[in-house]
């Protein structure tokens, strides 16, 4: 008996041994993330950070990433660039925020009168349009991902009712990016306003209305406060952050962490979407209990089919343009009306039916 103990303390020691040396050779990979949010951007920053803690759970400690917030680097919108020259190996963004640079990165992120979330969500992942993003993000040496959705984004706060198109004639409204380009087409004034300087610029008049993300986010920024109407979505139906990864830090992991790292990436993608639903659900039951004027409206007719029918002109005019756009614009077309129906005839008519 004494010998076979022996023997076995021995075999353990031994065991120990080399599964402190198969340890040891394990290499820990270390890449840094830089976001565009602030350190207090909840849900978006909280994606950024649970990508990099889902990495390194699921590589078992192998892949490390720091993550740096806009504070911390002060470019928050130069992501790309510095994701592009190495700098970061990884960046969490918005791929329309690139637009000027490229315009096929606009539709990555979502289009006016587009696919919902979860319909867009399948499109990227049986769809053909996680292929056509890597296609296009190819020519500046990285890699693309969807990194978290803030499902449909209000219309915006408008101090006075749109009844009509001649109400946004001469409305001064801060809303950015191709929403903007339609709303101008429309008749409105739009202007672009730091985040930091919008509530004092609603409250003083400076602007009518103005478009921000949804209760989850535009509660903390008091926009309630200063305006009673609040509209229903139409520009952003599905706003798909980015997880952009550097070519050459990629292709320097091994396999399997190539694998956690993207699958860490849609993991954290899809825990935002459902986060902040959560947090839109939240905060408006308190916007609504605070605030009982607030009134949610949609606009009339005749102004939905004025920036449908703008919104129409210019996709074919930038598609006109580029060729991997139309490319891109017919996939997103031709996907949403083959899955609309469904999307009808199940959640839409689900809630229609049982409200």
Known sequence: MKKLIGKLGVISVLLIAMSMTVFANQRV????MATTWGKTASPLIDTSIKMANLAKVMSNGQLIIRVDSASKHKAPLGILDMVKAGQYDIGHSASYYWKGKDINTLPFTSMP???TAAEQYAWFYHGGGLELMQKTYKIHKVLSFPGGNTGVQMGGWFKKEIKSVEDLKGLKIRIPGFAGEIMA?????VTNIAPGELYTAFERNTIDALEWVGPSMDINMGFHKVAKYYYTGWHEPASELQFIVNKRSYKKLPKNLQEILVLAFRLAAYDMYIQNYDMNAKAWQKMKKEHP???VKSFPEDVKKLLKDSNKKLRESMAAK???LKEIFKSQDDYMQSIREWTIISDYQYIKDNL
């Open 293 to 295: 004027q607030i009134k």
């Open 322 to 324: 580029s060729p991997l």
């Open 113 to 115: 009168f587009g696919m």
């Open 185 to 189: 087409k429309a008749g409105a004034l």
């Open 29 to 32: 990979y270390k890449l840094k």
